[in-house]
């Protein structure tokens, strides 16, 4: 089985992010960018499929701006075999995204593409649903176990009622929940290791496909403030608190 | 500008928050509802019910991502906007539907400001995203927290549709948890606990908590990586968004990951050992000290006041 697994670099999740004073985004220079959890998820779990021998090859593609590259040799360090980086300074939409992703699928063939299921900078959740479309392809979202049958995947989900579990018949695609697995931190000699592994760059604007964003972003704007509130002494006036707080839910 | 609604059901019945979504759907214009189910005949009727529900349209299908997305594509035509939930059924589905309709969707709008501007939060919801659609359809998915839910007494009638939809997917199995609390997306009271309630049994003390005041109980995603509660009990950037009139965060530092969950919550009390947790710093009431001394005596008192949500 091959496995295409796409990775996006985003601010670190550790990072607290500042909205731009002027509403034009949100301060990313000089902050500590790193791959999206929901990323790393998805290159362990096809790194593990390698070693269990389920998987020869895994191909990582990531799309962005050159400092891209950093994710890719994160998941060549992981166990990945070989790299692909979309170049593009733009700040793409979910559904360009898919389609690049579609394009370098229709190259590469893979078996099973793998995604984070959402990154954690515009929190979209799209793009793996979008390629599943683009590809005619089944899709699994929101993975927290992935067992291979055969020609088919057993895909536990998790849902909103709790988890549920799935067939899918090759090739598909899935997406990685952060209970899939435990992502690795590649010892020093695997992240030398990378570095001599193949990474391809290729331009975004070579794979024919209108880079244009469909949406009109007006502003980024930071929410509306919390106001500290006040500690309590007792359990007893927590209790009142609370009866006052119940009290005026009754009275609506 | 008609607006095709998914509704979200679970174990035969609609799902508690579809009021909520009606009622951001009639934003944009009149609403149909499309119900696919094997068996959608009681959820059909609950969703006529709902006020400004024009018809109710019903597949009898698998539940899966692919069904559901053909149910809705052979629709779509007819529809200037079509929405769902932003639950794990329309995130599944919306985008999916969007790429075969070579739309951009919006998604976890949580305000509409206009025919085609709408309000996401980003970064676990430390930003707030304003965007214009100028696309000719609108691909959509509300999160049902941010709306107030619309009345009930409507009989709008029910169609069924004669559509066959096919799924290389195969459902196999749900693994749900047993749990009579509830539903936490909607729920007026949530009780959250942390890691630091230690165990499943500990987690049943919070239950106790719960249970006192008619709430229901959510959890850290430490808390279920732990294994001490379900998975679907985790509020959060990845897991629920709550906008309950009160939130009791228990053992619970407050990570922006977990905080994205809460920012609806109109009050917001703490119960915490550390005085500087984020989550102390931004409850409206706080009492430091330990859980397991706090929460039983709690009880107690909640109880001998004979409060009863
Ligand atoms: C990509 C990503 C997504 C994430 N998504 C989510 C999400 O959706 N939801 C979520 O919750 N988290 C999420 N997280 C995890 C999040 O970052 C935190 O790790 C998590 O919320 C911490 O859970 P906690 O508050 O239970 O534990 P901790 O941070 O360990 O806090 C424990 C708290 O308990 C207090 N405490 C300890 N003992 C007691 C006692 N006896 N009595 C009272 N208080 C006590 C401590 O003072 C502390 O404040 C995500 C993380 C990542 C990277």
Not at chain 1, 8 to 14: A, E, I, L, S
Not at chain 1, 79 to 107: C, F, P, S, W, Y
Request: charged letters at 20%; aromatic letters at 2%; hydrophobic letters at 45%.
């Amino acid at each position: 089985m091959k496995i295409l697994v796409a990775v996006k670099r985003v601010v670190d999740h550790n990072v607290r992010i500042r909205v731009r004073p002027d509403g034009t985004g949100v301060e990313t220079t000089g902050v500590r960018m790193s791959m999206n959890p929901f990323c790393k998820h998805a290159v362990e779990a096809a790194v593990q499929l390698v070693e269990k021998g389920q998987a020869s090859e895994v191909v990582v593609v990531s799309i962005g701006p050159k400092q891209s590259n950093d994710v890719i040799l994160t998941a060549l360090a992981m166990g990945a075999h070989r790299g692909v980086l979309v170049e593009t300074d733009a700040a793409l939409e979910t559904l360009t995204i898919a389609k690049l992703l579609a394009k370098v699928a229709e190259e590469e063939q893979p078996d099973l593409i793998l995604l984070g299921k959402q990154a954690v900078d515009d929190d979209s959740n799209h793009v793996g649903q979008m390629l599943a479309a683009l590809t005619n392809r089944p899709q699994a979202t929101f993975a927290s176990e992935i067992v291979v049958k055969g020609s088919e995947l057993e895909v536990t989900r998790e849902v909103d009622y709790g988890r549920e579990t799935v067939a899918l018949p090759l090739p598909a695609v899935v997406t990685a929940d952060l209970r899939l697995n435990t992502p690795r931190n590649a010892a020093l000699p695997m992240v030398m290791k990378a570095r001599s592994k193949p990474l391809a760059v290729r331009p975004a604007a070579d794979f024919g496909v209108d880079l244009a964003p469909r949406l009109v972003v007006e502003k980024i704007s930071p929410p509306a403030e919390r106001v500290a509130g006040k500690t309590v002494g007792s359990v007893a006036d927590l209790a009142s608190a609370i009866a006052a707080e119940v009290n005026e839910m009754e009275a609506l | 500008m008609s607006v095709l609604l998914l509704a979200d059901h679970d174990k035969g019945e609609l799902s508690p928050a579809t009021a909520r979504l009606v009622a951001a759907a009639s934003q944009l214009g009149p609403v149909d509802i499309l119900v696919v189910a094997e068996n959608p005949a009681a959820i059909a009727a609950a969703a006529a019910q709902i006020a400004g529900v024009r018809i109710v349209q019903v597949v009898k299908a698998a539940e899966t991502a692919e069904s559901i997305t053909n149910s809705l594509e052979s629709l779509a035509q007819r529809y200037q906007s079509v929405s769902a939930s932003a639950s794990s059924v329309g995130k599944d589905v919306i985008p999916r539907l969007a790429a075969k309709l070579d739309i951009q969707p919006v998604t976890d709008v949580v305000e509409i400001l206009g025919p085609n501007r709408f309000t996401r939060p980003i970064y676990a919801g430390n930003a707030l995203e304003t965007v214009t659609d100028p696309q000719p359809k609108h691909l959509l998915t509300f999160r049902a927290s941010a709306f107030r839910p619309a009345a009930s007494g409507n009989a709008a009638s029910v169609e069924s549709l004669d559509l066959s939809v096919t799924s290389a997917a195969r459902f196999l199995a749900a693994h749900r948890t047993e749990s009579d609390t509830p539903d936490l997306a909607t729920a007026q009271i949530v009780i959250g606990g942390g890691v630091s309630v230690g165990s499943a049994e500990g987690f049943q003390l919070i239950e106790k908590l719960g249970k006192t005041l008619g709430a229901a109980v959510g959890a850290t995603r430490a808390a279920v990586d732990a294994g001490y509660a379900p998975n679907d009990w985790q509020i959060g950037q990845t897991g629920k968004i709550i906008a309950p009139d009160l939130y009791i965060a228990i053992g619970i530092s407050g990570a922006l990951q977990h905080l994205a969950g809460i920012q609806g919550a109109k009050k917001i009390f703490a119960i915490n050992t550390d005085a500087e947790a984020p989550l102390v710093k931004i409850a409206d009431v706080a009492l430091i000290g330990d859980l397991f001394e706090i929460v039983p005596q709690l009880i107690a008192e909640l109880e001998k006041s004979g409060i009863k949500h």
